[in-house]
């Protein structure tokens, strides 16, 4: 019998999704619910719950050692509470105790959902062999996690690295967090083609306003579409290069769906990266796609687990 084994959930505003994982982050058993996100709370855990009796079901779980939870922020570890901005129904909703009342009392471990994809991607992805990282995801929000020294840097609460909310405008639009001129507020995927369609980009006949589509014009060399991903870019470079600044990341990952654009964001990344992070302790500093794919976040909790089962 396999005695390695964890628990991971993956909770996010869309889709809850469970897995159990061994030791070398292979997903044996997976079980996946929409998230009922503008439902109540008690009809969101049972969501969850129902994600995890599959689980349980398993004849693989009496090898489970421990549960990892990543989920969408913010998230406090050390109240074992979450409050996800896009999920009304749970603020301060104690989503530990209730899936250690499901998991028959096995250690839970709870992190952000920045913070697991940092886990992923150090373990198994593009920063594998970095002691220091800074992993970002740039989609609907901008989120992120850190490595230092060598080991997962959640902080304490779970949410160390939500580079999205560093303020690189100090005058700049309000932003839903309420500061101003977040980097999420200027790089995130709706704030790409928000700004595409105020400059005067109109989408094709199929009408898709996504930041994809913009991605696709600027490829095609619209100066618009392109004009808005270099702004994002400058952004995405300037809170990269702060982090850098603090903390010494060696490697900036960068996954998540914007992120899928390749070069239309790339390209004026590592240009603009030129432009803020000038000391020469943060001139190595290198940039690259993320390299875990659509379990990154399962993979994350699985790791964060399996530290504290060792
Ligand atoms: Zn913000």
Same mark, same amino acid.
């Given at each position: 019998m396999?005695?390695?084994?964890?628990?991971?959930?993956?909770?996010?505003g869309?889709?809850?999704a469970?897995?159990?994982v061994?030791g070398q982050?292979r997903i044996?058993v997976?079980?996946?619910?929409a998230?009922p996100?503008q439902?109540?709370?008690?009809?969101?855990?049972?969501?969850a719950?129902?994600v995890?009796?599959l689980?349980t079901?398993?004849?693989?779980w009496?090898?489970?050692?421990a549960?990892?939870?990543g989920?969408?922020g !913010?998230?406090?570890? &050390?109240?074992?509470?979450v409050?996800?901005v896009?999920?009304?129904g749970?603020?301060?909703?104690p989503?530990?105790?209730?899936?250690?009342?499901?998991?028959?009392?096995l250690?839970?471990?709870?992190?952000?959902d920045?913070?697991?994809i940092a886990?992923a991607?150090?373990?198994?992805?593009?920063?594998r062999?970095?002691?220091?990282?800074l992993c970002m995801?740039?989609?609907?929000g901008?989120?992120?996690g850190l490595?230092?020294?060598g080991?997962? +840097? !959640?902080?304490p609460?779970?949410?160390a690295g +939500?580079i999205?909310?560093?303020?690189?405008?100090?005058?700049?639009?309000? #932003?839903? #967090?309420g500061?101003r001129? #977040?980097?999420?507020?200027?790089?995130s995927g709706?704030?790409?083609?928000?700004?595409?369609?105020?400059g005067g980009?109109r989408?094709?006949?199929?009408?898709?306003?996504?930041a994809?589509?913009?991605?696709?014009?600027?490829?095609a060399?619209?100066?618009?579409?392109?004009?808005?991903?270099?702004r994002a870019?400058?952004?995405l470079?300037?809170?990269?290069?702060?982090?850098?600044?603090?903390v010494e990341?060696?490697?900036?990952?960068v996954?998540g769906g914007?992120?899928?654009? &390749?070069d239309v964001l790339?390209?004026p990344?590592?240009t603009?990266l030129k432009?803020y992070?000038?000391?020469s302790?943060?001139?190595?500093?290198?940039?690259?796609p993320?390299?875990?794919?659509?379990d990154a976040g399962l993979?994350g909790?699985?790791?964060?687990?399996?530290r504290?089962?060792?």
């Amino acid at each position: 019998m396999q005695t390695d084994l964890v628990a991971a959930l993956d909770i996010g505003g869309t889709k809850i999704a469970g897995a159990l994982v061994d030791g070398q982050g292979r997903i044996l058993v997976r079980a996946q619910r929409a998230t009922p996100a503008q439902e109540d709370g008690e009809t969101v855990m049972r969501a969850a719950e129902e994600v995890l009796n599959l689980l349980t079901a398993s004849p693989l779980w009496s090898g489970v050692r421990a549960v990892g939870i990543g989920s969408a922020g !913010p998230v406090d570890a &050390g109240a074992g509470t979450v409050s996800p901005v896009n999920v009304p129904g749970w603020r301060g909703f104690p989503l530990v105790d209730r899936v250690r009342a499901v998991t028959g009392g096995l250690p839970v471990e709870l992190i952000g959902d920045g913070v697991a994809i940092a886990a992923a991607e150090h373990w198994q992805g593009a920063a594998r062999g970095h002691d220091n990282a800074l992993c970002m995801v740039v989609s609907t929000g901008v989120g992120g996690g850190l490595v230092l020294g060598g080991r997962l +840097h !959640p902080g304490p609460t779970g949410n160390a690295g +939500h580079i999205g909310h560093i303020s690189v405008d100090l005058d700049g639009d309000l #932003c839903p #967090c309420g500061s101003r001129g #977040c980097v999420e507020r200027i790089a995130s995927g709706p704030n790409i083609a928000r700004r595409a369609l105020e400059g005067g980009w109109r989408p094709g006949s199929d009408g898709d306003t996504s930041a994809a589509a913009v991605a696709a014009a600027a490829r095609a060399g619209d100066p618009v579409a392109l004009a808005s991903f270099e702004r994002a870019a400058q952004a995405l470079a300037a809170g990269i290069a702060a982090t850098a600044t603090l903390v010494e990341p060696d490697i900036a990952v960068v996954g998540g769906g914007v992120a899928k654009a &390749g070069d239309v964001l790339f390209a004026p990344l590592r240009t603009a990266l030129k432009n803020y992070a000038t000391l020469s302790f943060v001139q190595r500093l290198t940039v690259a796609p993320a390299q875990m794919g659509t379990d990154a976040g399962l993979v994350g909790a699985a790791a964060a687990a399996l530290r504290e089962s060792r």
